[in-house]
């Protein structure tokens, strides 16, 4: 019976009568190819530490005649001049107003997220 050895799995068939290394006390070495994924040393699910703060969302709407980007710039924009501590902004909706069967301006539905300081 042939064991089915896994990718990246140590080579235990070719050691030597001593163990891995033979008298050196080092590890063989593996020919198979080593799989393609970075071994990861965190989980990326896992959320961070954080301090308990609570951020408030909103809804903002940004126009531009020239393009989705500059809508969405002026929305954060006009909203960093009255709030403090602005954390993220998502575009949560792209339009375009149409006058005549032309774009007359680009709309950017955005929700921004601040630092709530209530109460």
């Known amino acids: ?3 089915k050895l896994e990718w990246g799995e140590p080579d235990r068939e070719h ?3 001593d163990g891995p290394g033979g008298e ?24 961070p530490a954080m301090a308990e703060n609570v951020y408030k969302v909103i809804e903002l709407v940004g126009t531009s005649p020239e393009s989705w980007e500059k ?5 954060v924009r006009r909203a960093g001049k009255t709030l403090r501590d602005l954390r993220v902004a ?11 069967g032309k774009v ?3 709309r950017a539905k955005i ?3 601040f630092k709530y300081e209530g109460d």
């Open 1 to 3: 019976m042939v064991a």
């Open 15 to 17: 050691e030597g009568p």
């Open 24 to 47: 050196r006390g080092g590890r063989s070495v593996s020919l198979r190819p080593q799989p393609l994924r970075p071994k990861l040393t965190h989980n990326p699910y896992k959320e």
């Open 71 to 75: 809508a969405a710039a002026a929305a």
């Open 90 to 100: 998502e575009i949560s909706q792209l339009d375009m107003q149409l006058k005549d």
């Open 104 to 106: 007359e301006s680009y």
């Open 111 to 113: 929700k921004i997220s």
